[in-house]
């Protein structure tokens, strides 16, 4: 196959799920009298790819009889949406009444007709126990990329700790009591930054489409990008991905969280013990873009160079056994953050050394080089600085997102 005939059909197949009118999104989620079910033959050479994920984490006490409108935005277009319910740090069984998707008009509004709702083993609520997820039946219809997908939970009864994801930099919504089916912002009064119990959402596509997640702390959780915008440098990576004919990866999935590390728990369970659940648990999975470290280093717990690489290697071994491919990013500059000083610069600066020059990752991603001053390597360059000397800005966010080599997303591994 000629390389015009692999970039057209890459393009045919992004325009299939680009929305174009408004019109055009009110439909995307209303099954046509033509669509499949999610069992029928057509679908046979189709295959699952998560479109969007965010880290599940503790959250304090939940609240039963509370309604949740979710906003998020998902990478991979696709067919049969599935969202994943999450109670992975609740202590009991929690009970959704009902639960619907739709497509976000403006704030807690909805547009007119794309609210629908989900099921769980053919019925309308589910009881999640305690530690456990629940994935919806497929809701047959197309979902473009790049949606601003609304997820409405009605949380009937529950109590002890909640699950969510507690920086999510998008604004959703809360009410009192089940208003999950109405497309109206009336009952929506609450605002939150945060997201309950969702932790996932995945679409059927064709089986050569991809997905890659993004396992990360506070940087890659979006912490300092403007709100409400999709200003993560996942986001960024998800739109270059999605308009790059010549890829095969569309789905993004961010599993940042902010202050989280490698190898300690605290804030969010540490990056090893959450891999599984944040990263090979979702479907179509080709690799992860793993950028964590600085918390480790910043921390002065004793953590040293070395003990972050074999940390590292736990990761990549993991990965690989289960068939993923791994691109380490390099630690960023940190000089200016109040725990930055020469020792820690000195770990840093060894980490970054392997992971630049040992060999073991699938590829690199050195955002280091990027986002550094070519006056002082130790400082992010002042043009990418949020103004605490550590996070970026939107700008520092795109160029990130803008260094990532996309054929190196690429990588297939096959599992043993």
Not at 148 to 164: I, K, N
Not at 237 to 254: C, F, K, P, S
Not at 333 to 351: Q, S, T
């Amino acid at each position: 196959m000629s390389q015009h005939t692999i970039r057209l059909a890459g393009m045919l197949r992004r325009l299939t799920f680009t929305v174009v009118t408004l019109t055009a999104t009110a439909q995307l989620l209303t099954a046509s009298a033509t669509a499949a079910p999610a069992t029928a033959p057509a679908h046979a050479s189709a295959h699952e790819i998560v479109t969007w994920g965010a880290s599940a984490d503790r959250m304090g006490e939940a609240a039963s009889n509370r309604g949740y409108r979710l906003v998020v935005r998902t990478s991979a277009g696709g067919t049969d949406l599935r969202v994943r319910l999450s109670n992975a740090f609740g202590d009991r069984p929690l009970t959704f009444g009902r639960a619907y998707a739709g497509v976000q008009k403006e704030g807690a509004a909805l547009v007119r007709g794309s609210n629908r709702s989900l099921t769980f083993g053919g019925e309308r609520s589910v009881t999640v126990p305690a530690g456990e997820s629940a994935l919806s039946d497929p809701l047959p219809g197309r979902l473009p990329a790049a949606t601003s997908l609304v997820v409405s939970l009605y949380v009937a009864d529950t109590g002890g700790p909640a699950t969510g994801h507690g920086m999510a930099m998008q604004t959703s919504y809360t009410s009192a009591g089940d208003h999950v089916a109405a497309e109206g912002p009336a009952d929506w009064t609450g605002t939150t930054g945060s997201w309950f119990y969702l932790d996932a959402v995945t679409v059927r596509t064709g089986p050569d489409v991809g997905a890659v997640v993004a396992l990360g702390d506070s940087v890659t959780d979006g912490w300092q990008s403007t709100t409400d915008h999709d200003r993560r440098w996942p986001d960024y990576l998800a739109r270059r991905l999605q308009a790059d004919a010549d890829t095969h990866i569309e789905g993004v999935a961010n599993e940042g969280i902010s202050g989280n590390k490698v190898l300690a728990d605290g804030a969010g369970q540490s990056a090893l013990n959450r891999l599984h659940r944040d990263v090979l648990s979702h479907p179509g999975v080709r690799t992860v873009l793993l950028f964590e470290g600085v918390n480790d280093i910043k921390a002065h717990t004793g953590v040293t160079a070395q003990d972050l690489i074999d940390g590292y290697r736990r990761i990549i071994d993991r990965a690989h056994t289960a068939g993923v491919c791994v691109v380490g990013a390099t630690v960023g500059p940190f000089k200016g953050w109040y725990e930055w000083d020469a020792p820690a610069e000195a770990v840093r600066r060894e980490v970054n050394e392997f992971l630049r020059t040992g060999g073991e990752f699938d590829a690199v991603a050195d955002f280091d080089r990027i986002l550094r001053s070519p006056y002082d390597h130790e400082r992010i360059l002042p043009f990418f600085d949020n103004g605490d000397h550590l996070h970026p800005n939107d700008t520092g966010m795109q160029a990130m997102a803008d260094s990532v080599g996309l054929r190196d997303l690429s990588c297939d591994r096959d599992a043993p």
